[in-house]
């Protein structure tokens, strides 16, 4: 299935976990993939448990990264016409809470290999290398 759709979360995810309700740390990488699936033209959406004030500050900060999010906990619009559930869809979920969860140091890194692998990113190899299709 193409990635199309990526919702990730905020605290532990996009910024070092521990510091509520402060904003911590951009964590490794993260702004530079978000940057790259922004790119790309696949949805992008903030799925986090913040709200009121420490939600609107996790936006700014974002944003002050260069990253607008086309959804805030809540579907894309052509995700509304057929999702009924109050999960919200994504065909990436990125948080820190996961089972699999790499880490916060690798979590982004692992995020950008597999969307490369899966064609969802073009690839970025050192020195302008490029692998060709079949070699994802």
Same mark, same amino acid.
């Given at each position: 299935m193409p990635i199309e759709i990526v !919702?990730?979360?905020f605290d532990g995810t996009i910024v070092e976990n521990g510091v509520w309700p402060d904003l911590g740390r951009a964590l490794p990488h993260a702004f530079r993939v978000l940057r790259r699936i922004k790119a790309a033209g696949i949805g992008l959406i903030l799925l986090t448990n913040r709200s009121g004030e420490e939600l609107a500050q996790a936006i700014a900060f974002c944003r002050a990264a260069g990253i607008e999010f086309? &959804?805030?906990n809540d579907d894309l619009p052509a995700a509304k016409a057929w999702n009924r559930s109050?999960?919200? /869809?994504a065909d990436l979920y990125v948080e820190d809470r &996961? !089972? #699999?969860f790499p880490g916060p140091e690798k979590v982004w890194l692992w995020v950008e290999h597999r969307m490369e692998n899966e #064609? !969802?990113? !073009? /690839?970025q190899g050192t020195a302008g290398e490029t692998r060709a299709t079949g070699d994802r």
């Open positions: !919702a990730t979360d086309d &959804a805030i109050r999960k919200v /869809y &996961a !089972a #699999g #064609g !969802a990113l !073009a /690839y």
